[in-house]
């Protein structure tokens, strides 16, 4: 089973920063693309903060576009979240997403979230 692990949450003033990382300790991976970082508050909709494909292209957000920074490293299977000058509307779980190809199959896998806290 092909997991996909978070990190780097916690609680951080307004203007703060944090850096959410993703990856996975499954083998025989061949590839994950696209990766992406979604985010959910209690009673809303999960959705989309940034996506990045394995060449490179990424979009965002418009509330986040200019504070954070999606980035990855394909050999590692590893995705960050640079988020910069946050603000207590980020406040949520933040999930780590893939599609992941591995021995033939294409699997759609979440991660479990990891709580982002901003106040003061």
């Known amino acids: 089973q092909v997991q996909l692990v978070e990190s780097g949450g916690g609680l951080v003033p307004p203007g703060g920063s944090l850096r959410l990382s993703c990856t996975t300790a499954s083998g025989r991976i061949s590839s994950i693309n696209p990766m992406a970082w979604y985010r959910q508050v209690p009673g809303k909709e999960r959705e989309l903060v940034a996506i990045i494909q394995s060449g490179g292209s990424t979009n965002y957000a418009d509330s986040v576009k200019g504070r954070f920074t999606i980035s990855r490293d394909n050999a590692k299977n590893t995705m960050w979240l640079q988020m910069n000058n946050l603000k207590a509307e980020d406040t949520a779980v933040y999930y780590c997403?893939?599609?992941?190809?591995?021995?033939?199959?294409?699997?759609?896998?979440w991660g479990q979230g990891t709580l982002v806290t901003v106040s003061s």
């Open positions: 997403y893939g599609r992941v190809v591995i021995i033939g199959r294409t699997l759609e896998v």
